[in-house]
């Protein structure tokens, strides 16, 4: 039997992205963990300004801060405001709006 062909890092980058739903966020260092690569933060904003279809507003930096700046950091908080996301200040209220990836190999 042929040996199952590895995904490419880019593909699970946007799998673990299409996995945050309508209403949560998750942060670049996440993203990267779930998808395999712990410490590939840059990586994972690499592949969002590349990547078309993406809910990238639901990307946010460490501790909930949106890291983009001028209109498009306007545009990122509208977009979650819209999503019914909740601010505390700048950042957003991850307690109550991060998203948790299941653990490789967990079990639903």
Do not use: N
Request: with cysteine; net charge positive; proline share 5%.
């Amino acid at each position: 039997m042929p040996a199952r062909k590895q995904l490419s890092a880019e593909t699970r980058i946007c799998s673990a992205i299409l996995q945050i739903p309508r209403g949560k966020v998750s942060t670049y260092g996440a993203i990267a963990k779930a998808a395999g690569l712990p410490g590939h933060a840059r990586q994972v904003a690499k592949v969002l300004r590349g990547a078309y279809g993406l809910p990238w507003q639901r990307v946010l930096g460490s501790g909930g801060e949106i890291k983009l700046r001028g209109d498009s950091a306007l545009e990122q908080r509208f977009r979650l405001e819209s999503e019914g996301v909740r601010f505390r200040g700048r950042k957003v209220d991850m307690k109550a709006h991060e998203h948790k990836f299941e653990k490789p190999g967990a079990r639903r």
